[in-house]
């Protein structure tokens, strides 16, 4: 093994040191472009050498030669990755048919009642699909990303409630003039009630007072529940991915 093909495969390849934590072992993200160099192989040396035990990458589905170097280096498909897109008018515009809810910032005591719907509200992703990870261990990954959303690592968390229950929560992003949803969750007992129409109505409300003008959002292909949601919000396809894992 020589240092020159390690060198080169790290402009394509970096540990994710959150995941590595959370999971308790090596994750790396590594970028199709690196994979059709020298038919992936320095990469795959590289993340060898870091003892990395999965390595995600992303593929535009347009880009074949980038799928092709992924099988061939053995990477295996987990999901189909859907960014979705919507004006701000569009999205402020829809009303939401649903019961008497009460949309809401989340508050400190709102967290066991968010964290144990997190648990159960994201099962259709690539991590659950990877029969790697521990299912467990998948549930608290949204527990704990529902958990550090309301402590910073998004700009607001609205909270649903029916009658005093939690029933829902989404969580809001905003990034010069671009909003972005990243985790929305309804409780069992409340799906098929319209509560995701109304969290996904408030935060387009809140991402028009700190002047977004168009909203995005990412899901996996195979939760039709949540395309559904988001073409009745306004969502259109902006583009779409495979998502791919390989485990060493």
């Avoid at 098929?192 to 408030?202: N, P």
């Avoid at 939760?223 to 991915?241: D, E, M, P």
């Amino acid at each position: 093994m020589t240092t020159e093909p390690l060198d080169s495969a790290h402009a394509f390849a970096r540990i994710l040191e959150w995941d590595s934590e959370f999971f308790g072992q090596r994750i790396a993200r590594v970028e199709a472009a690196g994979l059709i160099l020298d038919a992936g192989a320095s990469v795959v040396e590289w993340c060898k050498h870091k003892s990395v035990k999965c390595a995600y990458l992303i593929v535009d589905s347009d880009d074949q030669k980038g799928c092709d170097a992924a099988l061939a280096q053995s990477f295996r498909l987990v999901d189909l990755r859907v960014t979705l897109g919507v004006s701000l008018p569009q999205l402020t515009e829809k009303t939401p048919k649903s019961p008497p809810v009460l949309v809401r910032s989340a508050m400190a005591s709102d967290m066991n009642m968010l964290k144990a719907i997190a648990r159960v509200s994201h099962r259709d992703t690539r991590f659950y699909v990877d029969d790697h990870f521990d299912r467990e261990r998948c549930d608290e990954l949204y527990a704990v990303w529902i958990e550090k959303s309301f402590l910073g690592w998004a700009e607001q968390v609205f909270v649903a409630e029916v009658a005093d229950v939690i029933a829902g929560y989404i969580t809001c992003h905003s990034h010069a003039g671009l909003g972005e949803i990243g985790l929305i969750g309804v409780g069992d007992s409340f799906r098929q009630r319209g509560i995701g129409l109304a969290l996904g109505v408030a935060a387009g409300r809140w991402f028009g007072k700190v002047g977004d003008n168009r909203v995005s959002v990412v899901t996996s292909g195979r939760n039709a529940a949540a395309l559904a949601l988001y073409q009745k919000l306004g969502f259109r396809v902006s583009f779409i991915q495979y998502s791919f894992h390989k485990w060493f």
